[in-house]
């Protein structure tokens, strides 16, 4: 299958710092990604749908000046967490979709814990 | 928006014993089914996959059904072994490709 890779896989900043993670698709092109966030022993919970060269689609209730989406190219889509708090501290998973004549498919990435102290 | 309920939250079963997690969905135009295996700190993991047009599908030990009608679907895993062990996710979406998730079900498989 396709693989998606997400750098770096755990970080732990100071509250007021910001977070850079990265989402890449090594093997294929994914002109959408998607980012998602996971509390300890809780669901995937859709962040936004990030759109090469466009902008961000955020769902309700994410704030889009705090979680700067980024989706430069079509191999890399980048989230960043600005002035982060203790509780932005979670785990970060993005996602790629791959498409193809009969299917579409979404490949997850290894994900990012990120610990603000 | 689309809605997916998933039950049990927790299941234990003895190794060899078959396990079923079954979930429903509120929205019809919903036409493409995965389930996601995700072990503890990893990323999930499309282990099956049912559209709309299918009514069931089994790969080796695992097995999903599809009722449209009742907008609901299953995902059987038989022989189940220690290695199963993890949480499954259900999601559901329409044309629009973005998938809506279950809460997941922790499956423990008992030696």
């Known amino acids: 299958g396709a693989v998606v890779s997400q750098h770096p896989s755990r970080v732990i900043c100071k509250s007021g710092t910001s977070v850079k993670i990265e989402c890449r698709s090594l093997?294929?092109?994914?002109?959408?990604m998607f980012w998602y966030r996971q509390f300890p022993k809780q669901s995937l919970m859709l962040m936004a749908t990030?759109?090469?060269?466009?902008?961000?689609?955020?769902e309700q209730g994410v704030e889009k000046d705090k979680f700067l989406i980024n989706h430069a190219s079509l191999t890399l889509s980048t989230l960043t967490v600005t002035s982060a708090h203790p509780e932005d501290s979670s785990f970060y998973i993005c996602s790629a979709r791959v498409t193809s004549a009969y299917q579409e498919t979404q490949y997850f990435g290894p994900g990012t814990r990120l610990l603000v102290l | 928006g689309e809605n997916v309920e998933q039950h049990p939250s927790t299941l234990s079963v003895q190794e060899g014993d078959s396990a079923v997690i079954k979930c429903t969905y509120s929205d019809s135009a919903s036409n493409y089914f995965p389930w996601y295996k995700q072990e503890l700190g990893k990323r999930p993991q499309l282990i099956i996959d049912?559209?709309?047009?299918?009514g069931e599908k089994k790969d080796q030990r695992i097995a999903v059904t599809l009722n449209k009608t009742a907008k609901h679907f299953s995902l059987h895993i038989t022989e189940t072994q220690p290695e199963d062990s993890a949480v499954y996710f259900c999601?559901?979406?329409?044309?629009?490709?973005?998938?809506?998730f279950g809460r997941g079900t922790s499956l423990i498989v008992h030696p």
């Open positions: 999601a559901a979406s329409g044309g629009s490709y973005i998938p809506t």
């Open positions: 049912i559209r709309s047009n299918v």
């Open positions: 093997d294929f092109q994914a002109t959408t």
């Open positions: 990030s759109n090469e060269g466009s902008k961000a689609t955020y």
